[in-house]
């Protein structure tokens, strides 16, 4: 069970995910790792690896297959609120969007408080403020998250760093069990699942200008259940764009931020454009990861990424325009020279420094969900109360 922060609180965990290396299900992972409850139980509304890791952690887990449309989304709510009504939690966790709109029905009608854990940018216009309402609390994994539910009490509680990095030659090493050569001439790593949103056709785009052509690409991930057909329709554009010799697909590769030392830079490149999808990283765990091996980032886009790589003594990356494969390369021809690399190596280890750890986190939630669970004389209680907000983290 969890070796850490104890608490007697009974909590019924739902996830949307059956992915297990995706950003929110790592911070879900983690916290369930280093918090002691009384009791936990899982609901995950897609089948996958995530069961089988979070196993030794929870007493119970029932998978609920759950689609993207408002009658799915209601007909997984009928099938959880049996399941809270015999469980009778102190506490509902919703990790993510799609897990609270399932959840917050059924867990109001039995009166049982919940706790909105937000991760990322996917309807926020819609969804982001009735949510916000409907939630005892709301944590969110940055303050630009926090922003779209319109509350002004969100806990904002940045993840935190799990797994020191390998340095280089222990992480080429590693990463070689995976297929991974390292080619003569610097390396930017892709490190997600393989969905259009995730911006890696930006990245083999930019490989074809001639600002980098001295650079290769390493892709860590795989096919996403949303976006079947995605590695394929990568490779195919690889080869239509003559780079194909420069850029490796690993497929996906267990704890991977581990490893990113072997790398010269890490691009994240979510965009717009994905029906559904958000046009932006909510946190964004691969260049936290990336900062605190001391690699530079490339981030398309604006918003809590953006503003860490900023935030350093010097940059600890470069910002490049959303779905622009041009701008892109311009930031890695800026990254090709050494003086200009070490500096802003140098910067990404500083603000790495800023990221609470497993353990930090794990109080900082514990605290939240005791207020929520048992809540005292001036806390909030029920669906709609309200907690006094705070930052935990950079």
Known sequence: MADGVSTGIRLVVVSAFGTATGGAELWL????????????????????????????????IDVIPTGNSGPAIAAAASRVLPILRRLRPDVVVSNGVKAQSVAVGPAQVLRIPTVWVKHDHSYDSSLARPLGRLSTSVVAASA???????????????????????????????????????????????????????????????????????????????????????????????????????????????????????????????????AGAPGQEGYGTVAAEAMLAGVPVVYAGRGSVARRIESGPGPAGLVVRPGDPRDTAGALQILADDSTWFRFAESARRVAEQQVDETEAAQAFARIVT????????????????????????
């Open 144 to 274: 630009e998250l926090a922003a779209a539910t319109g509350r002004d009490d969100v806990h904002v509680l940045e993840p935190p760093w799990s797994l020191a990095p390998l340095g280089r030659a222990d992480a080429v090493a590693a990463l070689a069990g995976h297929g991974y050569r390292p080619p003569t001439g610097p390396v930017v790593a892709c490190v997600s699942r393989l969905a259009p949103f995730k911006g890696v056709d930006v990245a083999i785009r930019s490989l074809a200008y001639r600002q980098s052509t001295r650079w290769h690409l390493a892709v860590l991930g795989g096919d996403d259940r949303s976006s079947p057909g995605e590695l394929t329709r990568l490779q195919d554009l690889a080869k239509v764009l003559g780079v194909a010799g420069r850029v490796q697909f690993l497929g996906p590769v267990p704890d991977a931020g581990r490893y990113l030392a072997a790398f010269d830079a890490v691009a994240v490149l979510t965009r717009p454009g994905q």
């Open 371 to 394: 207020e929520v669970g048992m809540p005292g004389p001036e806390s909030g209680s029920g669906a709609g109360g309200r907690g006094t907000g705070g930052i935990v983290g950079s």
């Open 29 to 60: 992972r983690s916290i369930l790792t280093h918090c002691e409850f009384d009791r936990v139980d899982l609901i995950l509304l897609e089948d996958g690896e995530l069961g089988t890791v979070l196993a030794p952690l929870v007493q119970s």
